[in-house]
C-alpha cells in the first residue's frame, strides 16, 4: 500500500459525506481518507487493497447499512497487511496520535484524553428481551452490581440517535477479526467498524486481523461490532487531540443478535472490542448456550523437573497479577513456565473429555505500572518491538518510564509525565506520588508470539488441556496462600465467592476498598449470574467428562503493611504444591476454607525467613465475617435464584468455622 498523495491540492477532502450508488458504495467508497486539522490538511489517498466490492453479502450488507447511519467520509477494508499497516502507523504519527518511541524497534506512544483512561462499567449495557436473562434479580430496595440491563429496542434507539452522522469527516475502517487462531473450531469471528485509526492499528496486535479472517468468513456469520469515537467533523473543524464523547459513552453488548455498540470512548477495553466485549461478554452467552465457557483467565503451561507438562488456568480481577503470572520466571531450578494467554480463555470438552482452552487474543494489552525486569522479566523481553504504549511517560532518549522502572532507566535521562509534565525526575516524592510518571491504568499492546516464554502450543487449533482452575485476589487479611476446594461444587462457590481490592483498572471504583468480584468476572458477565453459576455447575454432568481441580490463591496477604509473600518468580512453589495435588500427592489437610497445605509441603528452600504460619492465619471471627459478607452477598444480589449446591456449601462452611 502505498501513499498516492500528500499534497492537499492534488487530493482535495470530499466535501460531501460518502455517496453510495443507488444503496450500494461508489469506486471511492474504498479509498482511504485520512481526516486530520485543517492546519495540517494534507490528505492522503492510501489505496485499500479489499473493495467493499469484494466483500460476502453478509459483511457488505453490514457495512452498507452502517454507512448510511454513520456518514462517514470515506470506508477503508483493512487487509492485515504490514504495508497497511505501517500506513496507519505513519498517519497517526502526523495527526499527533501516536509519537514514535526511537530507543525502541517499531514501538509509539499514545496519550489519551484524561477523560479516557479506563473501561467504564457504570455505562456498559447487556440487552436482551428479558431482563433476568442478562441480569440476576436482587432483593427488595437493593442495587444490582452484577452488570446493568436495559431493554434492547429502547437502547437500539438511544444508539442510532448517538451514532447519527458520528463518523462525519472521519473514515470508517472495516476491521475483520478472528478470535482465536484463524480456522480453530474454537475460534470465532467479528467484524468491527471504527473511526479509530488507533483501534485499528491495536485490534491488529491483539486479534488476527484482515484478509485471511475474510477468507475463512466466507458467508458465514459474524459478531457485529460498531465502535465510534462520537466525535465527528464538519468541514474545517479542527480535531481533538484524542476526540472521545464522555457525555453520551455508551458500551453495549446484544447478546440475542451477537451484536456490540460502542460510543464515546477510544480506550482499551472500550473500544478494542474483540477484548471484554467479545471475548468475555459475548462469547460467554455463546458458551453457555454452546455447553462450554469463555474466562476471565490466563493460560499457563507448567512443566516440572521430571519434565511432566500440566497447564492451568487462573482468574483475577483485573490488575492483580495475570499478566506477571501468565509469563512466570520460576525461581525453583528445574521448572519451567510457558506462557499461552495473560487474560482470557476459552474452554471447551473435547471428544476425550479433556477441557482444552485457546487464548482468543493475539496480544497482550498489560497493565504497564509495576512491569520491570524483577517483576516481570519476560514482559520486559517482549514489549520493547512492535508495541503501541498508553498513557505511559515517555524519556528524554525516546524511551518509557513508569513507577516500577527507576532502576532501570538511566541516571541521566529526563521524563516528560504522561499528563506532560516536564522534568518530572525532580518533582518531590510526595508530588511523583499526587502526579505519578504514567497513569496507573497504563498499558502495552504488544505481540504474544514475541513473548520469550510463548508456550509452543499457544496457537494449536485443539487447545491445551486444563488441569487445575485458580481464583485469586487481593486479599491483605483471612485468605490464605492456597487452598484447595473440596469438589467441583464447592469450587464453584469459592469462585462465587471471590473478593479484591479495588484497582485503576476501572474507573468507577475508589482504589482500595474489598469489592465482590466473582469469577474475576463481575465487569464481564454477558448474562444473568445465576444462570451462570447454574452452568458452570451443570458442566460436571457432562458424560465422560475429567474435571480440574479448583484452588484459590492470594499472594497478597499483609502483615504491617508489608506483603509477606515474596510473590512473581516464588509463586511456583505454590504451583509446584498444586502440580502435586493434581497428581493425588497426599499433601493435603482440610481446613474451613478447603485443603490447605500440610505443614512443610510448600516448597521454601533458598527463600530466606518467611512467615509461613501467618499465611495461613484464619482466625474465626474472620472467617465468621467472610461467611456473612458472602452471605448477604447472595441474598442481596440473586435473592431467591440462589442456586442450591451454593446454597448448600455456604451453609457447610458456615458449620466449618462455628466448629472451629
Ligand atoms: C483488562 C482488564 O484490561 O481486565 O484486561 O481490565
Ligand atoms: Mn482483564
Redesign the pocket.
Known sequence: MSIVSSDPALSPLPRTPLRLAGGLPTKTGSKFIPRTSPATTGVRYLSASIQLTDLAPRVREFVEEHVKILRPANVHVCDGSSEENQSMVKLLQDIGRLKKLDKYENCYLAITSPEDV??VEKQTYVCTTKKEDSVPTPAPRVESVLGNWKDPQEMDKEMESKFQGSMEGRTMYVIPFSMGPLGSKLSKIGIQLTDSEYVVASMRIMTRMGRGVLDVLKDGSFVKCVHSVGYPLSEGQKDAEWPCNKKKLAIVQYPERNEIKSFGSGY??NSLLG??CFALRIASTIARDEGWLAE?MLILGLTNPQGVKKYIAAAF???CG?TNMAMLTPTIPGWKAECVG???AWMRFNEEGRLMAINPENGF???APGTNTGSNPNAMGTIFRNTIFTNVASTSDGGVFWEGLEKEVPADVSITSWLGTKNWEKLTDHEKKEKPAAHP?S?FCTPTSQCPVVDPDWEDPRGVPIDAILFGGRRPRTIPLVYEANSWNHGVFVGASMRSEATS??SDFKKGGLLHDPF?MR??FGYNFSHYLQHWLRLQHTPGVQMPKIFHVNWFRKSDGKFIWPGFGDNIRVLDWIFRRCDGEDVAQSSPLGLIPKEGTINTEGLGPIDMASLFQMPKEELREEAAVMEDYFEKQLSGDIPAEVRQELEQFKGRVDAL
Do not use: E, M, Q
Open positions: 479506563a473501561r482499551g477495553g477484548k471484554k476471565h480481577p483485573s490488575a495475570k495473560d487474560d482470557i494489552f498489560g497493565v491504568n498499558r483498572a476501572a474475576a465487569p464481564f
